[in-house]
């Protein structure tokens, strides 16, 4: 089981704040993405969007394992 949250803007637009999708063997980041759009009816590609595995930035075609935590969330900007 993957455990996926979403935060700020993203969140918004999933409608929660956390969902748990089901891990396959050879799972991305991308792969994770494209489940969560279609459980949640929601397009997130074309987004801007980050990701992050267990509270590490990665790239969406990064392999994940069971049990990983994964977040969505829009670029940061400060000042």
Same mark, same amino acid.
């Given at each position: 089981m993957l455990h996926v949250k979403f935060f700020a803007s993203i969140r918004e637009r999933v409608g929660r704040a956390q969902m748990d999708l089901p891990w396959a063997e050879g799972m991305s980041v991308a792969a994770a993405l494209q489940a969560v759009e279609?459980?949640?009816? !929601?397009?997130?590609?074309g987004q801007h969007l980050l990701a992050a595995r267990n509270h590490e930035? !990665?790239?969406?075609?990064?392999?994940l394992a069971d049990g990983d935590e994964l977040a969505f969330f829009p670029p940061v900007t400060g000042g």
């Open positions: 279609a459980s949640s009816g !929601v397009a997130l590609r930035h !990665v790239t969406f075609d990064e392999p």
